[in-house]
Nanobody, 127 residues
């Protein structure tokens, strides 16, 4: 059964850092663009970053640009999200996702064409 699963969430103080990872199983990881969404309580799911299958192209939402870095290791079937300079507004459930493509529309059009969703890992930033 194909799935993606997130790891690494937790409680961090504002200004701190956290690294999320997402491992894939049962699917050909290097055939998919991968990315991250997040959803805060009472808010819509937000697409924050994606990376093409070969890791050569990445996109970030304005809300995380310059603070978060997405990367992948196709030899380990693993996606990463390095999060620095964390803010209380970054508090959310973070979901990993696999799709056929990664574009600037990751948070809009692509959001409705995700092949695999992870269940999420909770990130809480204290002020």
């Amino acid at each position: 059964q194909a799935q993606v699963e997130e790891f690494g969430g937790g409680l961090v103080q504002a200004g701190g850092s956290l690294r999320l990872s997402c491992t894939a199983s049962g699917l050909r990881f290097d055939a998919y663009a991968m990315g991250w969404f997040r959803q805060a309580p009472g808010k819509e799911r937000e697409g924050i970053s994606c990376i093409t299958w070969n890791g050569r192209t990445t996109y970030y939402s304005d809300s995380v640009k310059g603070r978060f870095t997405i990367s992948r290791d196709n030899t380990k079937n693993t996606l990463y999200l390095q999060m620095n300079s964390l803010l209380p507004d970054d508090t959310a459930m973070y979901h990993c996702a696999a799709a056929n493509y990664c574009t600037r529309s990751w948070g809009t059009t692509v959001k409705y064409n995700i092949d695999y969703w992870g269940k999420g890992t909770l990130v809480t930033i204290s002020s």
